[in-house]
């Protein structure tokens, strides 16, 4: 059976895990035939992800893709996105485990400015409108009493919001705040700069699983050997993408195959990812997320207005069903090639929290 793992839409590190999964050799071990699509298959969505094209949104667009381009499994949607699609009565897509269990970022500010209520009137770095991060700064503004429509200044672009590049128009006095993954602050908080939200401590010890791994529950109700096999190789693959530095010359390698040819200019152009932030890759060690760290998130989406607030927690416990990762999980990690990469893991572990 040929798998089909990827999206139609959005950039090459939302499908980096799956290509060095694949890449690796552990789909294959696993006796599943997978192809990784992402945006060559549908240059048209790429306009819409751009910060200045129409805003993206997932809701219809994931199950469209799916079937318009024989998706199997997608690893990187909204969590809000089932939920919305089930509030309108498409209760097709079902949450199978973790893509992202931790948002590994903390939100840096200026010297001078030690609370998210001092934002007001200042800028502050988002990498596009609409998105994860936009979401939480504007569910934190509206808490402090800041209108974030008239009162933040917006400094829109991958430059000033991407968590791996945003500490640098930060440092360089273009913006008052940003997210900035968590490994370049303390070179921030050195020179003067002020923590004001750490996501990992927050968000113990539930994570923040704000994109999950879904298909359509047809799907898996299908072919429930094929996503536990799907599981034991992409948590193969989340334990190889953080032993470094041993594995981070495979990564760079699959990476810039990502890139080459891509559609999208940005993603040709972009810098591949340094070594220094690979062993603190926000992918679950057992492939699975907490149900309580999905709900506090769409508790978050119901106060921005993007989510109905009709959502209940029985609603989170009927799309979340990640009993086949549970499984795949079960068993292999009693297997000698998984503890011994436990047991290379365990500092890092210790290290980040997760």
Same mark, same amino acid.
Not at 21 to 41: P, W
Not at 104 to 109: I, M
Not at 161 to 184: C, H, K, Y
């Given at each position: 059976?040929?798998?089909?793992?990827?999206?139609?839409c959005?950039?090459?590190?939302?499908?980096?895990?799956a290509?060095?999964?694949l890449?690796?050799?552990?789909?294959?071990?696993?006796?599943?035939?997978?192809?990784?699509v992402?945006?060559?298959?549908?240059?048209?969505?790429?306009?819409?992800?751009r910060?200045?094209?129409?805003?993206?949104?997932?809701?219809?667009?994931?199950?469209?893709?799916?079937?318009?381009f024989?998706?199997?499994?997608?690893?990187?949607?909204?969590?809000?996105?089932?939920f919305?699609?089930?509030?309108?009565?498409n209760?097709?897509?079902?949450?199978?485990?973790?893509?992202?269990?931790?948002?590994?970022?903390?939100?840096?500010?200026?010297?001078?400015?030690?609370?998210?209520?001092?934002?007001?009137? =200042?800028?502050?770095?988002?990498?596009?409108?609409?998105?994860? *991060?936009?979401?939480?700064?504007?569910?934190?503004m509206?808490?402090?009493?800041?209108?974030? $429509? &008239?009162?933040?200044?917006?400094?829109?672009?991958?430059?000033?919001?991407?968590?791996?590049?945003?500490?640098? @128009?930060?440092?360089?006095?273009?913006?008052?705040?940003?997210?900035?993954?968590?490994?370049?602050?303390?070179?921030?908080?050195?020179?003067?700069?002020?923590?004001?939200?750490?996501?990992?401590?927050?968000? +113990? @010890?539930?994570g923040?699983?704000?994109?999950?791994?879904? *298909? &359509? +529950?047809?799907?898996?109700?299908?072919? @429930?050997?094929?996503? +536990?096999?799907?599981? +034991? *190789? *992409?948590?193969?693959?989340?334990?190889?993408? &953080?032993?470094?530095?041993?594995?981070?010359?495979?990564? &760079?390698?699959?990476?810039? =195959?990502?890139?080459?040819?891509?559609?999208?200019?940005?993603?040709?152009?972009?810098?591949?990812?340094?070594?220094?932030?690979?062993?603190?890759?926000?992918?679950?060690?057992?492939?699975?997320?907490?149900?309580?760290g999905?709900?506090?998130?769409?508790?978050e989406?119901? $106060?921005?207005?993007v989510?109905?607030?009709?959502?209940?927690?029985?609603?989170?416990?009927?799309?979340?069903r990640?009993?086949?990762?549970?499984?795949?999980?079960?068993?292999?990690?009693?297997?000698?090639?998984?503890?011994?990469?436990?047991?290379?893991?365990?500092?890092?572990?210790?290290?980040?929290?997760?």
């Amino acid at each position: 059976m040929k798998l089909r793992v990827g999206n139609g839409c959005w950039h090459a590190r939302h499908v980096l895990d799956a290509a060095v999964t694949l890449e690796a050799g552990f789909y294959a071990q696993e006796g599943l035939d997978v192809e990784v699509v992402h945006a060559k298959i549908n240059p048209g969505a790429i306009d819409s992800t751009r910060p200045e094209g129409e805003r993206y949104d997932e809701v219809g667009t994931v199950l469209r893709d799916m079937i318009a381009f024989g998706i199997d499994i997608i690893p990187d949607v909204h969590v809000r996105t089932p939920f919305a699609e089930r509030a309108l009565g498409n209760d097709e897509l079902r949450i199978i485990g973790g893509w992202r269990n931790q948002f590994t970022g903390t939100l840096v500010a200026a010297p001078g400015i030690e609370s998210i209520a001092a934002l007001r009137g =200042k800028r502050v770095g988002d990498w596009y409108k609409g998105g994860i *991060a936009t979401l939480w700064y504007e569910h934190q503004m509206r808490k402090a009493g800041i209108d974030p $429509d &008239r009162e933040i200044d917006w400094k829109i672009g991958y430059q000033y919001g991407s968590m791996r590049d945003a500490w640098r @128009p930060l440092l360089a006095g273009e913006t008052d705040a940003a997210i900035v993954q968590n490994p370049f602050v303390p070179q921030l908080l050195e020179r003067g700069f002020n923590k004001l939200y750490d996501f990992v401590e927050d968000n +113990k @010890p539930y994570g923040r699983p704000d994109r999950v791994t879904v *298909a &359509r +529950k047809s799907f898996v109700e299908r072919n @429930p050997e094929v996503i +536990k096999r799907y599981w +034991k *190789a *992409a948590i193969r693959g989340y334990h190889f993408m &953080r032993i470094i530095p041993e594995n981070f010359p495979f990564q &760079r390698f699959v990476e810039a =195959k990502l890139r080459v040819d891509n559609p999208d200019q940005s993603e040709r152009m972009r810098d591949l990812r340094p070594m220094s932030i690979m062993d603190s890759a926000f992918h679950p060690l057992d492939g699975q997320l907490t149900v309580e760290g999905v709900w506090r998130i769409l508790e978050e989406h119901e $106060d921005a207005g993007v989510l109905s607030k009709s959502i209940t927690r029985r609603d989170v416990e009927e799309v979340v069903r990640q009993e086949l990762a549970q499984e795949a999980w079960a068993e292999m990690s009693q297997t000698d090639d998984v503890k011994r990469s436990l047991e290379r893991l365990q500092p890092v572990v210790e290290r980040y929290g997760y």
